[in-house]
């Protein structure tokens, strides 16, 4: 029987898995829009050095925000939901917060000392105004995803998508404004994405201030001592999240260094294809996480809700993928269906395996056996970039899918393992610090 609108959209509001389910996913979905409108327009405006200047500048500073944030991000998902009092979850959010900045700054710092000795193109981070920009952009980045992060474990993802859809558009708009002011050059547009995600910082701090008050910061040493409780928890999640947050950027590392960099062009262009679907079985994972951490007794019961949720949504978009695939392709160029369409296919089986691991290792994740979903993750990782090594010159970008299918199966193995030989209502084994 087919709902109303206003039916689906109550049951939506209603279920708050599904519903953060949703507004990460549509996260992911307008930042690709808006950061594909920010290149459009940075292409059309400025040099197309400048434009690449600025990209490889961006990634730098997207990637310390990333290493920054994960660890922290997930250990406030876990910790936020087991404070009793304002105060705890105050020294909590501060606490992480405040790791999450100065691990941003060191890495930050030693990136900009060796990115110029890498490149000479690099050679602009010398000049005090390019560094500066480039740290404000970074550090701001670092804070707008703890602030994320914390929307998630308060289960009010719409909050993020919020804070996100502001940042995203503002690029656009500070790039189509500081070029009237500054010129064309790389420095205007560093600074629109810097700019944007500054901004996005006071929206985020407005949403948050019901719960924390931002004026009373907790004493250095409060901060030192809760950040030492929570370090188990932080190194644990952070390997867990690197084990799958690191593989799309070297992915195209290796195929560029053992094919070449048009079989590159290729093989990204398909996997950001393939992220259309892709995107699914993370976001409803994470929102599972949230869910569990409030409720963990509940886990595998809402993970069984995940695991629906995930096959409703996914299953369309794999059957488009596999009878439009090749029309998709070919929109790019006759070589792009021909070269790129084995990979596709293959990816959109590794999807199914990839469902049972993310949903497992958001399982693991409130059940506090951190070690374990860090194994699965970096084993998944390392086992997918050895394969690739091997298989690329045998079977080109392909590799890559196969190899990714081949380990998705493997740690689908170890889930069944793992649950037949372990109490699956394990409550977290991590006291609440």
Known sequence: ?????????????????????????????????????????????????????????????????????????????????????SAGWSL??????????????????????????????????????????????????????????????????????SRNSVVAAGKVVAALLLTVVAGHNALALLGAWALAASVGLGLGAGLLMRRINFLHVPRPSALARRAQELRSRLVGHQLISMGAALLPYLLP?????????????????????????????????????????HSPHDVLVKARRALTIIALLIAPCILVILVMGAVLLSAFGPAYEHHSLGLLHVVVLAAIPDVITNVYVAVLRVQGRLRTAAGLNLGMGVGILALSWMLLPVLGISAIGWAWLAMQLSGCAFVVFDLAHRQPYLIPQEAAQ
């Open 92 to 161: 909590t959010f501060w606490a992480g917060m405040t790791t999450a900045v100065a691990t941003s700054l060191v890495i930050g710092c030693v990136t900009f000392l060796v990115l110029p000795l890498v490149s000479s193109h690099f050679s602009v981070l010398h000049r005090p105004a390019y560094a500066a920009v480039l740290a404000v952009g970074t550090v701001a980045l670092t804070v707008g995803a703890v602030l994320d992060y914390s929307f998630l474990a308060q289960r009010a993802a719409g909050n993020m998508l």
């Open 253 to 293: 590392l290796l195929v560029t260094a053992r094919l070449s960099a048009t079989d590159n062009a290729y093989f990204y262009t398909t996997w950001m294809m393939a992220g259309i679907f892709l995107i699914i079985a993370p976001a409803v994972s994470q929102s599972l996480f949230a869910e569990g951490a």
């Open 1 to 85: 029987m087919l709902r109303s609108p206003d039916a689906v959209m109550r049951h939506v509001r209603g279920d708050s898995l599904l519903r953060n389910s949703l507004f990460i996913m549509t996260t992911t979905v307008v930042n690709s829009a808006f950061g594909f409108a920010f290149w459009v327009v940075a292409a059309r405006l400025f040099p197309t050095e400048v434009v690449g200047l600025t990209a490889a500048l961006i990634a730098a500073g997207t990637i310390i925000a990333l290493l920054a944030s994960l660890g922290v991000g997930a250990t406030l998902i876990q910790s936020l939901p087991e404070q009793r009092s």
